[in-house]
């Protein structure tokens, strides 16, 4: 049985037992992890409000051979984002990215990179809670990329051919992205707004692509939004549980 320090982000919680609870956290070096955290429904819990969704903590586990569930031993807070709590749409789009994580990322599969743009997402929504619909959009395609479902923005599936700011572009079932003569203008029509604003997610903190996007037509978002869901529930073969209202 070794022991754990690292940083993570509470996900999700459940009950466990009549005092212990599972917890799944993303932890900065073993991805996706699930603990037992015993005892932690007591009123004088050692790991206290250190398990709440979404909080950074530094994190300690021991973990054994072969088994799926490690021990938490000790959570120590490093930020918590318990002012959210007033914001109902920011909880739940919050929970919504937790949902994501666990669907798309492995189980024990370290990823620093999506440790840390899930911690800049998490912060972005607490700084700027109003904008949690860019945000949310600018989650779903680093999410997709990551896991390396994301398609070519910069060109042509089919032919090569680079994608300029007036390219007619398609994407079919597949979510292949094609020009218009190699997809004979068949498939849905991507706008060049919405590939723009697409584009810039990949070169944007979440901080400065939320606050670029603030004037961004209501159309566009929703298409942002149609385009990134159709993809994500193409993938799961279903709604995810915590799916949001496309706006």
């Known amino acids: 049985m070794g022991l754990c320090d690292t940083e993570a982000i509470v996900l999700r ?8 609870k599972i917890v799944v956290c993303l932890t900065r070096e073993s991805g996706v992890v699930r603990a037992v955290a015993r005892g932690a429904r007591k009123l004088k819990s050692r790991f206290g409000a250190g398990l709440e969704p979404f909080t950074l903590i530094n994190l300690s586990y021991y973990e054994k051979e072969g088994r799926e569930l490690v021990s938490l031993s000790q959570a120590e807070i490093v930020r918590s984002y318990f002012k959210l709590s007033r914001h109902a749409e920011s909880v739940a789009a919050l929970s919504y990215l937790c949902e994501l994580v666990i669907e798309f990322a492995p189980p024990h599969e370290p990823n620093e990179k999506l440790f840390r743009m899930v911690s800049a997402c998490i912060e972005a929504i607490s700084v700027a809670p109003e904008e949690w619909q860019s945000l949310v959009r600018y989650f779903e ?107």
Request: aromatic share 8%.
């Open 141 to 247: 395609v680093w999410m997709l990329r990551l896991s390396g479902f994301w398609p070519d923005l910069r060109a042509c599936a089919d032919c090569g051919k680079g994608f300029c700011a007036d390219s007619r572009i398609y994407f079919n079932a597949e979510f292949k992205l094609r020009c218009k003569a190699c997809s004979q203008s068949q498939g849905t029509l991507l706008s060049s707004e919405t590939h723009a604003q697409l584009r810039a997610m990949q070169r944007l903190s979440p901080q400065d692509f939320a606050q670029a996007s603030r004037q961004v037509a209501q159309p566009v978002r929703a298409e942002m939004a149609q385009v990134t869901q159709r993809l994500i529930e193409r993938i799961l073969e279903r709604t995810p549980r915590a799916q949001l209202s496309i706006n």
């Open 13 to 20: 919680t459940f009950n466990l037992a009549e005092a212990d």
